[in-house]
């Protein structure tokens, strides 16, 4: 079976999900640039296609379970399991702290593949690594839809669909923010 093909950046900038402004993220740093990535994960004409291509680089790898992180983890996440034939988890917080929740188990014997969509600082793809370690399953590879920053997650393969690079500042250092910008927060986890 040939790998699935798809021309992202295009796809990103017709939906709309390419944002130019004065944005904080998610990681509380502050950009120039957004990638709103529910435009992706909204429509499932783009989303199955991004998912086909994530499952297809890591089906030789066989994972048992691909886990994401709430909230957009989780459409990508059962997408990516759907192609693979096998089963979706989320990591959420409870009390501020990343967790597994809702009966959800992962154990040694599991094969794991870590999705997120957009990484800045790999904050999130760390939480959920690091909870799926406590547990003892092997970790097989993260899967990314846009990495805005060339992201290493120690010996982990990684695969971003699109790197788009993206500079991003501390609040204290943020040019825009000096020039009396107004910043937006379209993020949905806080640092």
């Given at each position: 079976?040939?790998?699935?093909?798809?021309?992202?950046q295009p796809?990103l900038?017709?939906?709309?999900?390419?944002?130019?402004?004065?944005f904080?993220?998610s990681?509380?740093?502050?950009?120039?640039?957004?990638?709103?990535?529910?435009r992706?994960?909204?429509d499932?004409?783009?989303?199955?296609?991004?998912?086909?291509?994530?499952?297809?680089?890591f089906?030789?790898?066989k994972?048992?379970?691909?886990?994401?992180?709430?909230?957009?983890?989780?459409?990508?996440a059962?997408?990516?399991?759907?192609?693979l034939?096998?089963k979706?988890?989320?990591i959420?917080?409870?009390?501020?702290?990343?967790?597994?929740?809702?009966?959800f188990?992962?154990?040694?014997?599991?094969?794991?593949?870590?999705?997120e969509d957009?990484?800045?600082?790999g904050?999130?793809?760390?939480?959920?690594?690091?909870?799926?370690?406590?547990?003892?399953?092997?970790?097989?590879g993260?899967?990314?839809?846009v990495?805005?920053a060339?992201q290493?997650?120690?010996?982990?393969?990684?695969?971003?669909l699109?790197?788009?690079p993206?500079?991003?500042?501390?609040?204290?250092e943020?040019?825009?923010?000096?020039?009396?910008?107004?910043?937006?927060?379209?993020?949905?986890r806080?640092?």
């Amino acid at each position: 079976m040939s790998e699935p093909q798809l021309d992202l950046q295009p796809a990103l900038m017709q939906r709309g999900a390419l944002l130019d402004g004065h944005f904080r993220l998610s990681s509380g740093r502050h950009s120039d640039r957004f990638v709103q990535k529910f435009r992706v994960l909204e429509d499932p004409a783009l989303l199955e296609p991004v998912a086909q291509m994530i499952a297809a680089r890591f089906r030789d790898a066989k994972p048992t379970v691909v886990v994401g992180a709430a909230v957009g983890g989780i459409l990508l996440a059962y997408e990516v399991a759907r192609q693979l034939g096998i089963k979706a988890i989320f990591i959420e917080k409870a009390n501020g702290l990343p967790v597994l929740r809702r009966g959800f188990a992962v154990s040694s014997a599991d094969r794991v593949l870590v999705v997120e969509d957009v990484v800045t600082t790999g904050l999130s793809v760390r939480e959920v690594l690091g909870v799926v370690q406590h547990y003892g399953a092997e970790i097989v590879g993260v899967g990314i839809i846009v990495a805005r920053a060339e992201q290493l997650f120690d010996k982990i393969p990684v695969y971003a669909l699109l790197n788009l690079p993206m500079i991003s500042y501390d609040a204290a250092e943020c040019p825009q923010c000096r020039a009396g910008e107004p910043v937006t927060d379209p993020g949905s986890r806080r640092a």
